[in-house]
């Protein structure tokens, strides 16, 4: 049975307790329930886990692969690198007579974009820590259509964008998590052939045509992601845009994903 006298010992403890807990200094100006509820998230591996997986899915179910795939690249390329711009000239100064039979830029009758990927995301912080780097990773793979040589060239193609996010005040004094610059990686452009060594006049076809999509093809994929990044930021989840903005005004190191 319970004895009277521990219940009577007991109360008084608990009175004691509640007392010291009650008597508590608080941080000024900060009331109980900040204390007690955070208001950011408690991981900062996930905070930036988060961002980079809701730009992801914005980009693809913004259909981004659908137009990577659609890139205009063949008038594209004819229109900026045809054989004004020397394609011409560069394959005849190599090769000499066997250019002959090694076909100009206007010999590609198409040029068909396949197996576009979008790959995983890199997240980088500012050494101060008020603003991010994106880096927007795509791949695909080029199939070449030159009837000359008998056969398709399939070229792999890697890209990385890079875009800057920032938090910027409006009109109204609301902070929100924007759209900085947004470019493509200098020398982030990576072009290699598939299936095997080619000979030394297709190798120096190859060059030349490298050189010349070096020319259009990054800011192509640029002009089509940096909006639609743009757009995916626009309609960002309200609670981790404030998670975020609010540790880039205070400075404060949440990304460790590379």
């Given at each position: 049975m319970f004895q009277i006298g521990g219940l009577i010992v007991f109360c008084g403890l608990l009175a004691q307790a509640t007392t010291q807990l009650t008597n508590l200094p608080l941080p000024p100006d900060e009331p109980l329930t900040s204390s007690l509820i955070p208001s950011l998230p408690s991981s900062p591996t996930g905070l930036a886990g988060d961002l980079t997986s809701a730009l992801s899915n914005g980009l693809l179910s913004g259909d981004l692969l659908g137009i990577l795939e659609n890139l205009p690249l063949l008038d594209t390329l004819k229109l900026k690198g045809g054989p004004s711009n020397g394609l011409l000239e560069k394959v005849g100064g190599l090769l000499g007579k066997v250019t002959s039979e090694i076909p100009i830029l206007n010999d590609i009758v198409d040029i068909k974009v396949t197996n576009p990927q979008l790959l995983e995301l890199g997240l980088v912080q500012t050494p101060d820590g008020h603003r991010l780097y994106v880096t927007v990773p795509v791949s695909l793979t080029l199939n070449v259509n030159i009837p000359l040589l008998g056969n398709l060239l399939r070229l792999s193609v890697k890209l990385n964008i890079t875009a800057e996010l920032l938090a910027v005040k409006d009109a109204r004094q609301r902070i929100h998590l924007v759209l900085g610059d947004c470019i493509h990686s200098p020398g982030s452009l990576q072009i290699s052939l598939l299936d095997g060594l080619p000979s030394l006049p297709v190798q120096s076809l190859i060059d030349s045509l490298t050189n010349a999509l070096n020319?259009?093809?990054?800011?192509?994929?640029?002009?089509?992601?940096?909006?639609?990044?743009?757009?995916?930021?626009?309609?960002?989840?309200?609670t981790l845009e404030h998670a975020i903005v609010d540790m880039l005004i205070r400075g404060l190191e949440f990304v460790i994903k590379v």
């Open positions: 020319n259009v093809l990054p800011d192509l994929v640029q002009e089509k992601v940096c909006p639609m990044l743009n757009e995916v930021l626009s309609h960002l989840d309200v």
